[in-house]
């Protein structure tokens, strides 16, 4: 999360000063992240560029396809852009916007949860394909994974869960609880088929972390 965030430098000695899509780093913000899978997957994960446009400006999700055995997927997600729109005199293309938990938590977690995978992947391949994504211009009103969602529907690829994990780093009031969104109400269909999700997913936490 401190590398996302310019809190810490990069790999390559470079810091993170925003990732916001009009600032320069965006795209270092990108690149990173595909080296980052990769090396997370230790050749298990493919990672792709999704290229789309928004406000003139050329710019891309990242996708890392850890493969199962059959070609559904569940996606674990989380968005890499950035912003400080709320500060006074924010100018998108020079001044910092961290966002260390808007999404730099997201990212960590992504990323975290593809190493993991990975790893248990070496003793057995999962049935369901797992990809782990990371949306950009989402700050911008979903444009990312707007345009990744039309691309995953005109391919006809089934898809069986996601997982978007959004603002997962911090909560000042105790307890120091998390969120589970069950889908949306707009959706009937959708919040039923969420709602074991979400029942597996805090039972699972309970059991990882009892405290």
């Not at 993991?116 to 949306?135: D, E, G, H």
Request: charged content about 25%; hydrophobic content about 40%.
């Amino acid at each position: 999360m401190q590398r996302y965030c310019g809190a810490t430098a990069l790999e390559n000695g470079l810091t993170i000063k925003s990732r916001h899509v009009s600032h320069p780093h965006n795209r270092l913000a990108v690149e990173a992240l595909a080296s980052e899978l990769r090396t997370a997957g230790e050749g298990r994960i493919e990672v792709t560029f999704h290229k789309f446009t928004h406000r003139g400006r050329e710019l891309f999700n990242v996708e890392g396809l850890l493969r199962g055995s059959e070609d559904e997927r569940v996606l674990v997600t989380a968005h890499l852009d950035s912003t400080a729109a709320n500060s006074p005199g924010f100018d998108e293309a020079i001044d910092a916007a961290p966002g260390a938990d808007d999404d730099a938590s997201g990212i960590a977690a992504v990323v975290a949860i593809a190493r993991s995978i990975a790893q248990a992947a070496k003793a057995r391949t999962p049935r369901r394909s797992v990809a782990f994504v990371l949306f950009n211009a989402e700050e911008e009103g979903l444009v990312g994974s707007k345009a990744y969602a039309r691309m995953v529907r005109a391919s006809g690829v089934p898809v069986a869960g996601i997982f978007q994990m959004d603002m997962i780093g911090y909560n000042k009031n105790v307890p120091r609880s998390w969120e589970l969104h069950c889908a949306s109400a707009l959706s009937p269909t959708a919040e039923a088929r969420s709602s074991p999700l979400c029942a597996l997913v805090g039972d699972l936490a309970r059991k990882v972390s009892p405290q």
